[in-house]
Every structure is written in structure tokens, then in C-alpha cells.
């Protein structure tokens, strides 16, 4: 959340009406908590603040074409600008930095075979798990992820302004500081888009290998699977932001991705083939006992661990041994880290470390009690399934 602006803060420039999507605007005054009143549908939508500031309401056209539209945001912009409410610097600033866009459309089947509901479900998750794997690729190449690597690529996703319309679901990525994502993704997308066709004339999957240099992954492969599952052709197009230019290497060529159906034998193919060919990863790793479970009250125990350092992943599972359980459960009740070594597994999302060895307490590090306050303030990790 935004703090209000202070009295020394300088105001943020305004964005040129012209330039600003009625649409992106709406979205940003939504995810504040703004409430649309009445008006309208076809034509404006009146937006309040969530504190109902006297006097301040935005009238916002549904669209670009209408003659007044560009009147009416200036109005809006004008109002943002003056306004007392915390959100409304945050939404300037989002208008005046536009992104990069990316746009995924689905074509289904036909209505009677699927509702919009579904189709716009299918686009949010395959959009998120196209950005993510990008994320991800940008930071390091990997056949499969897994868990690896969760946190930035959510600490991405977290600065994305999605908007939806009608068949379409429209990404606006922060330009140039997340362009890394978005160029990575688009590379690895154009090198999936190659090795699929090799696929499918030659029938070897040799060519996916070859592509993960390119940024390609079992994540990635997935995401363009739930894009196509169920219709009858899907694309991704890219607008490069005026504001920060094309991108080196890309020249003034149009960025148009398209998939088909008929690529799902050669996509599921992949996807297999990519996670088989990730090795586990030997790691030592240095986190905290969140949860203890055994029924053997003598036996072997599963023991969860809040990663604190040692594994881009935020959550561990493993099994110890009946001293090594009891040293865990000694650790969670006085509140201390332990380190231990094994193997973290591709077959299970590399969350589960195997062969566990050397299981000890260790003293606090600073950095580990900063991390990990940071991570419990961003909530549970992503599992909620059982130690």
C-alpha cells in the first residue's frame, strides 16, 4: 500500500490524456478499492474513493472511441491530481510509466462448449504461468523449475497490471526495470514455437533440449498447454512501451505467437521430457521447523522447514530419523534454525530434500531473522498440503 504523499514529496507528472487506456484506468482504480456508482455501462462508469472524499469523483468512458473520451480523462487525471486520497498518487504513477503489453486471445470452440468464465480462467492461468516462467528463465536457464525461484517471480507478477476484455487478457509489465521477463519470455516462446514444429515433422523431441538455453521450461511448455487446451487456436502478441523503446535485438519486427491444438501431443511430449532430464540438486540448506509429524512415536518423522538460505525455494519437506526428529522438535519449540544437507528432488517440484544428513541447530545470522520476518509477513508458503 501507498502512504500519502508527504508535504515536502513532489507530485507525481501527469500522464498525457490521450495516451491513457479507459480500461487500465478503470483496473487501477478497482485494485484501490475505488467502487464504480452507477452511469451508463456502454458509455462511463462514476468512480469513488474507498474513503469517500468529499467532491471527488472520476467519470471514466468505457472506451477510446467516444468524442469525449479524451476530455473525460483529462478531467479524471486532473481530479487524481488533486485529490487527498493515498491511492491516488499510485494511480498517476501507474498511467504516467506505462509497460510493455502483452495480449493472449483463445478462440473456443463454440458457445455451448464453453462459458466465458471458463475461458477467462484459462487465460489468467496460463497468462501467470507464461510470466513466470519468463521471470524465472531471466534469472537462470532450468529445464524444470519446480518450486525454484517462487519468490521473484511472484514479486514480478506482483508489479503486472492485468486487465481483462471480453476474449482478450491484456499484461501490463513494468518497462524497462522488468523487461528482462518479458524479453526472455518471448525469446523462449519464439524457440518453444521453432522446437514444436521440428517435433512435428520429425518426430524427435531433441529440439526442446537444445531450447532451453533459450529460456524454455517444463513451466513454460505447461502455461502454452493451458492456452491451448480446449480451443481452437490461441495467440500472444507484444507492444513494446513507447515510453522505454523496442528492446536491443528485436528491431521493429512484430511480435505475434501462435499455437494450435494440433501442438498438444508435441507440448505434452515436451513437458515430460524436460522434467526428466533436471537433475536433483545437492544443497544444504539453513531454515526453520514450521511443522513436525510422525505416528510412530519411536519411528522416522516428516518434518517441514521454512527455508531461510541454502535453496532458491521457500519450503522444504523431508523425513528424519527418530534423533534427528527429536533434535527438530527441539528446535521448533525453542524457536531455533537448523542446517542440514541432501538432495532437493525435480520429481517433486525440488520441495522435498532426500538423503537428508548432518541435521543440527544453528544460531541465529541477522540476515536469517530478517528474511524470515519478511517471509512471514507475506503469509504461508505455497502448499498447504500435509508435512
Sequence with gaps: MTPPRGPGEPAPALPDPATVDPAVLATLLARHGWVRRGGPAARYGRWTPPDDEPGTSLLVPAGDGFDDAVDLLADAVTALSRSRTPSARSILLALAVPGDELCWRREPPGPAEATPWDEAECLRRAARGMLAAGAKAARTRAAHFGARLDGPAGDFLDRVLVVEQGAALTAHTPAPEGRAAVTTLVRALEALRDAVDYCRVSGGPEAFENAVRAGVSRELVRSVEELVRGATAARLTVAWS???????????????????????????????????IEPAVAVTVVGVVTRLKRADPAGQGAVRLRVLAGAEVRELKLRLPDPDYRLAAEAHLAGLPVRVSGRLESRSGFRRLTRPEGFELCGWEDEDRERLLKGLAEGPGESNEGA
Design 242 to 276: 513507447a515510453a522505454a523503446g523496442t528492446p536491443g535485438g528485436f528491431g521493429d519486427r512484430r511480435i505475434v505467437l501462435d499455437f494450435s491444438p494440433g501442438d498438444l501431443p508435441a507440448l505434452t511430449e515436451a513437458a515430460d521430457l524436460l522434467e526428466r
